[in-house]
């Protein structure tokens, strides 16, 4: 069984602050220390359960959160900056399941610690067939496209809930509860790596999604920026289009799920040049 990891930060348990998760930050090395306890929880659970490769992609920020050294030897790692598919970047049909750790909710989602979705600074909104949604359901655009069932989901109680959305559901690993975007009550460290062990193990087994992610074809994808130059800038992009009477928001689609992911990472390439 070939297993695929995307490492997001924020979900973390004990993680509730920019300040423990970006590289030069004050308590940046607590926060690696508990995103890889998580981690490797979570790849000896998928062990057990009979994986046999794993890789892993760091996906958060800079993209190299993991000490190579400390990751569990069982797994490879994928990291660094400017990956075409970015927080899914490796994955293809070859892959028997996806795990997504240390998520977190979407950007206009109440009492989710951390939460944004892709930029916090660029996107306010991102739809997907009209619905709201966050980076659970927008990486599953590439899940289906390969049709690699998304297994497992860890994170606070909003993003869990956010990730049961798609159809299938994934399961769920909650390790903290969201008090608000900077508070969050988290399991102790030791607990959290033991039901992500164990989530890890189910996922695979008794609870392991009978198929991919699904998408209605065409599938239509809106993004509202922070600012209308944003927009603007967006709408440069072939396939793109401004929305009538919203001059912050863009729409594209079709029924190439992977084209539309790949439009979707270089609108926030592209808008990050509009970050002040
Ligand atoms: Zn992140």
Do not use: C
Request: aromatic share 6%; proline share 4%; hydrophobic share 45%.
């Amino acid at each position: 069984m070939k297993l695929y990891i995307s490492t997001d930060f924020e979900g973390v348990a004990g993680i509730v602050d920019w300040d423990q998760i970006m590289v030069g930050s004050h308590d940046y090395e607590m926060g690696r220390r508990l995103l890889l306890g998580e981690l490797n929880a979570a790849i000896d659970g998928a062990l057990q359960a009979g994986a046999q490769t794993i890789l892993v992609n760091d996906s958060h920020s800079s993209m190299r959160n993991l000490d190579p050294e400390q990751l569990h030897g069982a797994a490879s790692l994928l990291s660094g900056k400017h990956k075409p598919l970015y927080m899914m970047e490796g994955l293809d049909s070859s892959f028997d399941a996806i795990f997504f750790l240390g998520y977190h909710g979407s950007i206009g989602a109440s009492h989710a610690v951390l939460s944004h979705s892709y930029n916090p600074r660029a996107i306010w909104e991102a739809r997907i067939n009209g619905e709201v949604v966050g980076e659970t359901a927008l990486n599953a655009l590439v899940a289906a496209h390969y049709g690699v069932p998304i297994a497992l989901v860890s994170g606070d109680e909003v993003t869990v809930e956010e990730a049961q959305r798609l159809e299938p559901a994934p399961h769920g690993a909650i390790v903290k509860r969201s008090i608000s975007r900077y508070a969050a009550e988290s399991l102790h460290p030791t607990l959290a790596r033991e039901r992500i062990h164990q989530a890890a193990h189910d996922a695979l087994t008794m609870r392991k999604p009978a198929s991919a992610p699904t998408f209605p074809r065409p599938t239509t994808v809106e993004l509202t920026f922070l600012t209308a130059d944003m927009a603007e800038m967006g709408a440069w992009v072939r396939g793109v289009e401004l929305v009538e009477g919203n001059a912050r928001a863009v729409r594209f689609g079709g029924d190439d799920l992977l084209d539309l992911f790949r439009t979707f990472v270089t609108l926030v390439m592209l808008t990050r040049g509009l970050v002040e």
